[in-house]
């Protein structure tokens, strides 16, 4: 079956520190694969959108790359922020159905001061 | 821009009541997705709609969920009877054709004493 997987461990990290979240996927060949935010008590924002043909993509101080060998996205914040606190989730376009996104179950991230 | 609207933002009830959640879409939207987000199995997909028609609803977990489209504007996700175990967050999310990015709602969570 399908499976995602993004570190349960919440990361911490220093503010001005680059955070770099991990996304691993099985048994998939994603067309694309989409980043989220996720803020305390709100839902799931949009950050980044990343296509199976494309290495890199970046927005501003976000850049993600996407490693189909691998099966694997890296998610990056540079010069991270406290502001930047938030669970991340990576989702992937069902390969059985192109209007179904599988979700991750996200990583938090904690940047202090 | 309002954005994706849900109601209510929160609900207690007793195990076997009705439940009912709601959900205005962006307008101009077509296609609309219903989500359970809980702790131990994170963002699953319950049911989509596409041009207010029901596409694919095998993520309900089962017969006593239920949900309807009228209209391009609203939609229903319903709970009957209600159990302890359908405590989590419900999403809504809505989506433009022929665009990637889905845009949710801020979710009502949902307590089954």
């Known amino acids: 079956s399908q499976k995602i997987e993004q570190n349960s461990e919440a990361l911490n990290i220093q503010e001005g520190k680059t955070a770099t979240l991990t996304c691993n996927y099985t048994n998939y060949s994603p067309a694309y694969l989409q980043w989220y935010r996720q803020d305390p008590g709100r839902g799931p924002v949009f950050l980044l959108l990343i296509r199976e043909n494309e290495k890199e993509k970046r927005k501003e101080r976000l850049k993600v790359t996407f490693d189909t060998t691998l099966k694997q996205s890296l998610f990056h914040i540079t010069a991270s922020q406290p502001a930047d606190s938030a669970t991340y989730l990576c989702?992937?376009?069902?390969?059985?159905?192109?209007?179904?996104?599988?979700f991750g179950t996200g990583t938090r991230l904690q940047v202090f001061p | 821009d309002a954005g994706v609207i849900q109601s209510p933002r929160h609900e207690v009830t007793e195990m076997g009541q009705e439940v009912t959640l709601r959900c205005k879409p962006i307008s101009g939207h077509n296609s609309l997705f219903w989500y359970r987000q809980t702790m131990m199995r994170g963002l699953e997909l319950l049911i989509y709609?596409?041009?207010?028609?029901?596409?694919?609803d095998s993520g309900m977990p089962e017969d006593r969920f239920s949900a309807k489209m009228p209209n391009a504007s609203f939609s229903t996700l319903k709970i009957q009877p209600s159990e302890p175990r359908d405590s989590a967050v419900y999403f809504c999310?809505?989506?433009?054709?022929?665009?990637?990015?889905?845009?949710f709602g801020p979710g009502t969570r949902l307590l089954v004493l």
């Open positions: 989702a992937l376009l069902s390969s059985y159905n192109t209007d179904k996104l599988i």
């Open positions: 999310a809505s989506r433009l054709a022929g665009q990637e990015t889905q845009y």
């Open positions: 709609f596409n041009n207010n028609v029901p596409i694919d």
